[in-house]
């Protein structure tokens, strides 16, 4: 089973600058993913500024630059996750707010597992 996993926070509460700590534990946390195959792709996302988001409304399309004032939630990274069930899903995202509860203190947002849909 794929899910896609999308870390979140709130961009317009300044949460500083992530210590290197976190960094090295993350980095651990993906080696171990990769070696072990529930890893399959992951990456952090720059800050909205850096975006765009194209969208579709009474048959008219605009685009519209970064950041996005309006967002309240934005995703900062994802990882797409093979595993053998749900729960093994929600455990890896445990572990990864556990990172961030470890290594960066007073940082909050959460991550959003959803299964992918597979034909």
Known sequence: MRFMCMVKMDEANPQGEAPPELYQAMAEYDREGRLNGTLIDSQGLLPSAAGAIVSLADGKI??????????????????????????????????????????????????????????
């Not at 990172?99 to 299964?115: A, C, F, L, S, T």
């Open 62 to 119: 605009k685009a519209i630059d970064g950041p996005f004032a309006e967002a309240k939630e934005l995703v900062g990274g994802y990882a797409v996750i093979d595993v053998h069930s749900r729960g093994e899903a929600v455990e890896l995202g445990r572990r990864l707010m556990q990172i961030h509860v470890d290594h960066w203190p007073g940082w909050e947002g959460h991550v959003e597992i959803r299964q992918l849909a597979e034909f």
